[in-house]
């Protein structure tokens, strides 16, 4: 059949079901047809320099081809033109006939060395081509091949059902024209203002200019000038080298990307080279961002493919412990599946997920290391949400700790304290880092069971919140020193106690042996055990928990979580020093609703909820109604 000749030919089995797929399910935003349409048109541009470095010609009749928009309002058409490289009849048929194969996988196995590295080609043409079917009922392709005449033109045709007509035609430059003819229940798209929208946020870092006809007011109407206007920057900020945007131009960009009008705490520009080739531009923002504990909302990084916008999913370029960061990912070679919603979980998007998270890290060590009061400001914001990365990155886990900030018994209430500089504070013979947990760290520090740790003047670190508890679960040591809970386990200081103070627990446990029993026997299943200790200096008594129990605080956080987590039980431990517990051993002082009373006490002072305030209270009323009646003063 002669190439000058109209001929009908039925679509590839695979074509059917993708444009099936495409048409009622695959692309959930229909405004996507026109960044794919634009995106191939760059990518035909993009192929035509990369030939016209072997034949200049081809951009002498036009050295800076451009893609132009045209919608026709009354014929409720939508054009895409381009003066890119082209196809031939044969390549229209193979290309738009099959999938995945518009000439650039081909393209590829020509080039070798600098010459792939040089040619910036984008996707592939032949699978976001078929998008346009989601808008229109009719799809017309006519397209001439650089270097071939006028009337070598080719003119593709379809409704999407199955078949398509090819035909020669004539075209008066090489590129290529999309004409789409809009469905009725899509018309709101054929509409310049609406188009223009979606080039800006879909398409506004091409290079190639994308050009729309120009309107102008006269006599009150809207008129065609006939003139063509850009309507995309036409570069990106992030592609140019950082010795050319000034630090406004870095903050003007923030703005526009995170419409946030406070300017970014800081941010990374970097370009990475190798296997993997993408660019970098991430910020941190001064302000919390409304949603920033939403888990579940999309958050900030936006990733480009040689410039053309993809998605805004952080998720699948940081990890969700990262999500206050704002920025672009624009990568050169990033592999694309079906969609370009659906990014292939490939090693090259791990690659850039690593390298990036990395990179972020980087940033915040700088900021700590430079900028200790920007790091205060950060950490006041975010600290919180990096915690997470505790659990959810194991392989940064040691550089996420570095990068946390306490507060200690030694800092005056300000979270300023390291685990670097907690240990190099620490005392001869201490071998662990040392906390204590509370509802707040207000609460933290009046814990009774910091009393021995003040007399001995030890840091101990003071965590508060669910978080903190969580955090604890995976932090469990750091530069080989232990992080021990003192509200866990029989408290052992090691070298830290001296012989006399050991000598002094072991007499201590053999004498108050009965009051520790009638403790036992009184308070039954409500404590894990009852124990004399000497960790308190002041209080009578406090409670600790087994060293393989889960916190009371980070039970109440799963149960708030849905989890169903049963009740660690208590340890109480009292103070033999104490005059009410050393006046509980003599003969028929001791009753079970003292031993009551202690527990309580002991629960309240830890910021426990208790099962019975209305029994407490009346418990405390008898008691101080019996000291009345026994005539002693009451202070």
Known sequence: ??????????????????????????????????????????????????????????????PHPSIRIGVDEQKQLITISDDGIGMTRSEVIEHLGTIA???TKEFF?????????????????????????????KVTVITRKAGDPADAATMWESSGEGEFTVENTTRDHFGTDVILSIKSEDRDLVSKYRIRNILQK????ISTSILMGKDEYKEDKLIETGEWEAVNQGSAIWARPKSEITEDQYKEFFHHLSHDSSDPLCWTHNKVEGRNEYIQLLYVPSTVPYDLWDRESVHGLKLYVKRVFIMDDSSKLLPRYLRFIRGVIDSEDLPLNVSREILQQTRDLRVIRDGTTKRVLSMLEDLAANRAADYDKFWAMFGNVLKEGLGEDPSNKDRIAKLLRFVSTSSEGKPSVTLEGYISRMKTGQNSVYYVTGETTEAAAKSPLLELF?????????????????????????????LVNIAKGDLDLGELSDAEEKEEKAKVQTEY????????????????????????TDSPACIVTDPNALNPAFVRMMRAAGQDVPDPKPILELNPNNPLVSRLKES?????????LLLEQAQLMAGEQLKDPAGFVKRMNQMLLDTAKDGATIN
């Open 513 to 536: 042996q009965p009051l520790v029993e009638r403790f036992k026997e009184s308070l039954g299943d409500e404590v894990e055990d009852v124990r004399m200790t000497l960790r308190l």
């Open 454 to 482: 003040r007399k001995k003047d030890i840091e101990v670190l003071l965590l508060s919140g669910p978080i903190d508890e969580w955090m604890t679960q995976f932090m469990t040591e750091f530069d080989g020193k232990q």
């Open 1 to 62: 059949m002669s190439e000058n000749k109209k001929e009908t030919l039925g679509f590839q089995t695979e074509v059917k079901q993708m444009l099936h797929l495409m048409v009622h399910s695959l692309y959930s935003n229909r405004e996507i047809f026109l960044r794919e349409l634009v995106s191939n048109a760059s990518d035909a541009i993009d192929k035509l320099r990369f030939a016209a470095l072997d034949n200049p010609a081809l951009l002498k009749q036009d």
């Open 101 to 103: 194969k518009s000439g």
């Open 202 to 205: 879909y398409s506004d870092h």
């Open 588 to 596: 028929g002082a001791f009753s079970g609703e003292w031993a009551k």
């Open 109 to 137: 196995a020509h080039l070798s060395g600098d010459q792939q590295k040089d040619a910036q080609l984008i996707g592939q043409f032949g699978v976001g081509f078929y998008s346009a079917f989601i808008v229109a009922d």
